[in-house]
């Protein structure tokens, strides 16, 4: 969950591209945590509070969470029909396949005690609102690559599995950067995003390659920064210098819910 946080936080100022390097300041005075850490945050709620082998206590929370967080937090960058959704008190799934699913998703891996638990949570978790195939699809990547990294799965594992049940991962980011454009389309994110991990040395280095994509730079700083924590941890000092620029008000409900999801691990 932190290291979506995280990378969010440093991904804010790139959020519509960026220079496309990875030689930027790590953190500007701009940033932010954005309705990436906003979404997670609720996620983590919800995985915390609610019986996660009931579908609708699980959803039902989740809901409750999103737009209990959301209206807190209005400005946070939501897109139009999410923000509809969120002030909308009986307001449906819109079907959407917007990434939104899977930059919010972390949460459910840390939580699941097998990986098709994590599997099921991040389905249930994208169906609340991004209920088309590619929305449930790209959560579910996200899910399954934080849960295999948690559990000591390699990075050849994670690919492999991730190639055999959502993406193609067969391209490299000197491949694809030059063209690469802003896409807020879970196909079109997410296994960008997991490539950025894949070819990464470290945590940071991971939030490096997903801003130098120049595309929807803080959702997938965030993606890759979830599979990145699982898989490397953060630097304390990181954590330290990100979470300067998280308000009293989210801090307690990150300080709560970091410390219920790794308890049950």
Known sequence: MLGAIIGDIIGSPYEFGAEKT???PLLLPGCRPTD???MTIAVACACVEANC??????????????????????DAGYGDLFYEWLMEDDAPHYGSSGNGSAMRVSPVAWVAQTLDE???????SSEVSHNHPDGVCGAQTVAAAVYLAITGASKEEICEYIQDNFYDLDFTLDDIRPGYRHDMTCAG???QAIVCFLESEDYEDA????????????TQAA???AIAEAFYGIPDDLQEDALAYVDDTLRDYIDMCMWDLHDER
């Open 207 to 218: 939030v490096r390659n997903a801003i130098s994509l120049g595309g929807d730079g803080d």
């Open 53 to 74: 082998r009931d579908e609708y206590e699980f959803k039902n929370t989740l809901v409750e969470k999103m737009r209990e967080l959301g209206r807190q937090y209005p």
């Open 189 to 191: 994110s997410v296994p």
């Open 36 to 38: 990436d850490s906003v």
């Open 223 to 225: 993606i890759a920064g």
């Open 118 to 124: 994590a599997l099921r949570l991040a389905r249930w």
């Open 22 to 24: 990875k030689d930027f």
